[in-house]
């Protein structure tokens, strides 16, 4: 295979595993060299008349070289294409294909196979397989989402999936030693997305398939079950509950059933689950909610905040804002200063996705400085969201709203009281600042708790003692609601006596460290406020690639040997 490479030109840029990932200095080089390894995988007199059977993807886009290799959306893409492929077969996408149509070498021919969903979940992508002497041509269908064999409901999105590949590994591995995972998280951080995600790359073809529900817009826990078995396409049955009617059409199916936004129904959900589970050995539950559903068996993944920077160039929150910001028309030329605001404003938006796309639809009419300066009134900047989307998920104000709506009042107070904190804080702080009259201060434990469970509180455990902390967007609207509230802070000085403080607003974000003086308990503490040119790429994998970052343009092959057999 390297020699192949050599010979045209091609550079090794990866290998994991049987995988391999190339660039070539064009996309007829790339398709020449990929059916260059075809034709010598065939030959080779060491196999002895067994076939390695390797699948290759070829895609056109762009990247960007850092120190861990090409980056970049189109390295995903190029991923996806060659993931749909049979071993044996050389894909083409539609952007390659345009390029080499019309230097095809001598008996060399692409076959149009039509447009295919991919499991990035994006648009679909019109498909061609290279055709030669010395190559097969007979395949089944390919492994797309439109593919009869693999059942599905899965949505296309109209955004494209940016980085997560450590998330999506994790959540995946949990899958496979559990039965339920619940994906939690403060709104807007990209449960729903991972999710699908997960699920799609789970589609194999091997059970009855994979189902998203939607919950979003089911306002009543008696119906939940009723929810479920119209998506799955269960007939009711007189005199049956749609529980028992679920159950019984279940038991002896292969399913992953994607739950979505559970936290308004947590009963209702965390009881159907409880019964799948115990009566449907073979499915599989991944559930989102802004808390975990808390019975036996489940597995939580608290799905971080998407990573700002890396060493070798842009994270991945920074990939997304440019991303959505292109999609918005806007090409923003990344110089030093460029890179360190969008670096700014996607850390004062604590990496959030949800606040990161609504930053980046501002850009189609304020400039980036523009948007860095007013995110002090995030709540008033942030409000492009998709007309399309439920309301709750149009503007960020509506998003923190919805999580507040789901507290009950002691939790409400808590958390409010806890927007004095522009940093960490301890257990301790929390009582002091916390316990009132209407909140005992044996109370404040449990209720910091819950606010960890329903992913407003962060907790850090990298020392001896927890550490807790709120996002800044969490901060900013806790602390608009206690001046709303007309409230004063209350807490409790270090001898016990009451104390009272007259409200004020929390001091704006900045980058540099300050010391914080804690509301009403005179606990002095550190604390932070943090308010190319032309190329074509080759890859050959089982797997899917490496790299989470975004922008050389490039082609890409993929292949990777799969198992002597067709697949």
Known sequence: MRAALGRH??????????????????PRACLAGAIDIQRAMAADPLLAGEKLRVRMGIHSGEAERTATGLVGLDVHRAARVAGVAHGGQVLVSESAAALVRSSLGEGVSLLDLGSHRLKDLG????????AADGLETDFPPLKSLDNPALPNNLPAQVGSFVGRRSEVAQVRELLQSGRLVTLTGAGGCGKTRLALQVAAELLDGVGDGVFL??????????????AVRETLRIAPQPGRSAEEVLLGA?????????????????????KLADSLLRHCPNVRLLTTSREPLGISGESIYRVPSLSISREDGLGDAALLFLDRARGQGVAIDLGPAERELVASICRRLDGMPLAIELAAARTRSMSLASVHDRLDQRFRLLTGGSRSALERQQTLRATVDWSYSLLNEAERATLRRLSGFAGGFDLPAAEAVCAAEDIDVFDVADLVGSLVDKSLVAIDRAGA?????????????AAERLLEEGETAVGRSPAGTPSTT???????????PARSRCTGCGA????????????????????????SSASPRLSA?????????PS
């Open 213 to 226: 529900v939607e919950l979003a817009a089911v306002l009543d826990e008696a119906v939940v079950a009723d």
């Open 502 to 512: 007259s409200p004020s607003p929390p001091p704006p974000s900045t980058s540099s």
């Open 250 to 270: 279940l038991e002896p199916q292969r399913l992953l059933v994607v739950l979505d936004n559970c936290e308004h129904l947590i009963g209702a959900c965390a």
């Open 465 to 477: 003692d927890d550490r807790y902390h709120l996002l800044e967007t969490i901060r900013q609207y």
């Open 9 to 26: 030109q091609g550079e090794e840029v990866d290998t994991q595993g049987d995988a391999f990932f190339a660039v070539f200095s064009s």
């Open 557 to 565: 092959p993929t292949g990777s040997p799969t198992s002597p057999s």
């Open 123 to 130: 648009q679909p992508e019109r498909i061609y397989q290279a």
């Open 524 to 547: 002095s503490r550190q604390t932070t406020r943090t308010c190319g040119g032309q190329s074509s790429i080759w890859r050959a994998t089982g797997r899917e690639p490496s790299s």
